[in-house]
């Protein structure tokens, strides 16, 4: 299956009633108790990191003009793939940093802890940001991980060509400023001023009056030492118009297949790739809950539990809830339930301190004039 740009219909509207946190945590707490629980998460659960949700206020999804770049348009070769790759990579290259530094907040810890218990088996994450990974890097291996969270839409961590050459994302950003010294200047100016751009939780930052004609995609390595040029590079991430792998989606209906339930948390299932898990829930009468502020793509079929309230205000005692006193005698699940950050996005920016892209644009300009 392809992925394409998501919607949910106009005339669909929030079916959830706003409940007292009491009530929340005890309903939720329920449907979790009984284990064997998959958990299915989008962008709502990373907007307490400083991530804005793409439908939520001034999200990308809600801007009538906007505009992906598809998979076939950053992978096609000639001038206009190479230029579509430049744009792509410019902004990316800006927008990665944020991403690559955001920490996990209490949201991700609260679900790390019902995995570490065994309640929640199995994580599906549409989100590409790898907060869920971090949240559980000290207390699992790699193999665990790896096991444990199936990442949907990939990731922005990786990298490969069209051959299969694939690199870890933070040597190519070093490739990308070694190739573009001036906008490596610019970043290292922003870095010691404290400058953030606005970031999609796709790492990619809008950017107006720039020309992205002599940014430098640089050449894969791996392909120069078997004697060919080639800098057709894109992130580990789907892309709208790219199909999602057999082998992840086998992996995601098997998950669905062999829990009890589903738990969702902080997403509008608009993309479909999400929405047929939930069919696929549905199909085999398993129970599904949904936590999530606002209208859902699920809103309008029956039979759905829908929770309107932020995760943050509540995932912590639910868990405290359902694992009783594991939850303070088991060191690794009280550290858990004691970290995250609470760091909202502000209408100008990405987290805490940032700043909106209308200064930086300027400084972008110049950039990428060059000296």
């Not at 969270?149 to 990731?155: D, R, S, V, Y």
């Not at 892309?239 to 509008?268: A, H, K, M, P, W």
């Not at 609470?342 to 300027?362: C, I, M, R, S, W």
Request: glycine letters at 8%.
């Amino acid at each position: 299956m392809r992925v394409s740009v998501p919607t949910i219909p106009h005339t669909v509207v929030s079916s959830g009633v706003p409940i007292p946190p009491a009530e929340a945590i005890e309903r939720i707490s329920t449907f979790l108790r009984p284990g064997n629980v998959a958990v299915l998460t989008g962008a709502g659960v990373s907007v307490d990191s400083g991530v804005k949700a793409y439908r939520g206020k001034d999200g990308r999804y809600m801007n009538p003009n906007y505009k992906p770049i598809f998979y076939h348009q950053l992978m096609e070769n000639g001038p206009r793939g190479h230029a579509y790759r430049q744009r792509y990579w410019l902004r990316s290259y800006i927008g990665y940093p944020p991403v690559r530094d955001t920490l996990p907040n209490t949201t991700h810890f609260a679900i790390a802890a019902l995995q570490h218990s065994k309640n929640v088996i199995n994580l599906i994450t549409q989100n590409v940001d790898g907060l869920h990974h971090k949240a559980v890097k000290h207390v699992w291996d790699s193999r665990t991980v790896q096991d444990s969270i199936l990442e949907l839409h990939g990731t922005l961590h990786r990298v490969h060509c069209k051959f299969g050459h694939g690199f870890d994302r933070d040597q190519f950003q070093e490739w990308l400023g070694d190739a573009n010294p001036e906008w490596k200047a610019y970043m290292d100016d922003m870095e010691k001023t404290g400058q953030k751009p606005k970031t999609n939780p796709d790492g990619d930052v809008a950017l107006e009056g720039v020309s992205y004609d002599n940014y430098v995609v640089p050449g894969c390595p791996g392909c120069l030492s078997e004697g060919r040029r080639n800098n057709v590079i894109k992130p580990d991430v789907i892309f709208f118009g790219e199909s999602i792998g057999q082998e992840v989606r086998d992996r995601s209906y098997r998950i669905i297949n062999e829990c009890d339930r589903l738990f969702i948390i902080g997403t509008t299932l608009a993309t479909y790739s999400a929405f047929r898990l939930l069919k696929h829930a549905m199909e085999l009468k398993k129970p599904v809950l949904l936590l999530n502020v606002g209208p859902t793509r699920a809103d309008s079929i029956p039979g759905i539990d829908k929770i309107e309230i932020p995760s943050g205000q509540i995932l912590r005692e639910v868990v405290r809830n359902v694992l009783g006193t594991r939850a303070t005698y088991d060191p690794s699940i009280r550290e858990m339930l004691e970290s995250g950050i609470v760091d909202p996005p502000t209408d100008e920016g990405y987290g805490d301190g940032t700043q909106a892209n209308a200064p930086l644009n300027a400084v972008a300009a110049a950039a990428a004039r060059g000296p």
